[in-house]
């Protein structure tokens, strides 16, 4: 029953010390950042084996973000017209998450106006294009080398026809169709699916 015991002791020992004395070896500290490693392996940044360099900002991000929408829309007209204005306003610095060394500051300000309709087509479906006018104010610096810096002041248009179905009346489910296409550069905008199903 000593045995066992006494090889496991011995193998343990040799363990910790072949471990001691290859890091002694070494020229360079061994100092491996994990941060932001998972899926990539180890990062390589060059705080992070530096024995004298300093390291990034701490981990810490901060966000304050708000926003304001005003709208009216005329529920009488068969087609509901819709007008509104709405301010987004976001401020946020700190670690993004990218890599160890990816610090940075974004500023966004944004007023908007916004005019739309809804156009019933059937019984289950029906088309919201609304149209999107505002002047965004973004201001973004970021410590790496994969985010360029941005100082971007002009006009964004863009057309939205949001396509609702009706997919069940007795839960209240929609399927939402949400293409949309740029209205400054005439080229697509992008686009979603949502469904919406109450529990």
């Not at 045995?3 to 001691?20: D, E, F, K, M, Y």
């Not at 026809?161 to 007795?170: A, M």
Request: aromatic fraction near 10%; include cysteine; charged fraction near 20%.
């Amino acid at each position: 029953m000593t045995q066992p015991n006494v090889t496991r002791t011995l193998r343990l020992t040799v363990l910790a010390g072949s471990s001691a004395l290859l890091l002694a070896a070494c020229e360079q500290p061994l100092d491996m950042d994990l941060r932001g490693g998972f899926g990539d392996g180890f990062t390589t940044a060059h705080a992070a084996t530096g024995p004298l360099d300093e390291r990034p900002a701490p981990q810490a991000f901060r966000r304050d973000m708000a926003s304001l929408t005003l709208a009216v829309r005329y529920w009488p007209h068969r087609w509901q017209p819709q007008v509104g204005a709405r301010y987004f306003w976001l401020d946020e610095d700190g670690w993004f998450g990218r890599e160890p060394n990816g610090n940075g500051e974004v500023s966004r300000q944004e007023p908007m106006l916004f005019g739309g309709m809804s156009l019933s087509l059937s019984d289950t479906q029906r088309l919201a294009p609304t149209v999107y006018l505002s002047r965004p104010r973004v201001e973004q610096t970021v410590n790496s080398p994969r985010w360029r810096d941005r100082d971007d002041h002009g006009f964004v248009g863009k057309l939205s026809v949001p396509w609702h179905i009706t997919v069940s009346k007795q839960n209240g489910a929609v399927l939402s169709i949400v293409p949309s296409m740029r209205l400054h550069r005439f080229a697509f905008g992008g686009g979603n699916v949502q469904l919406h199903w109450p529990l």
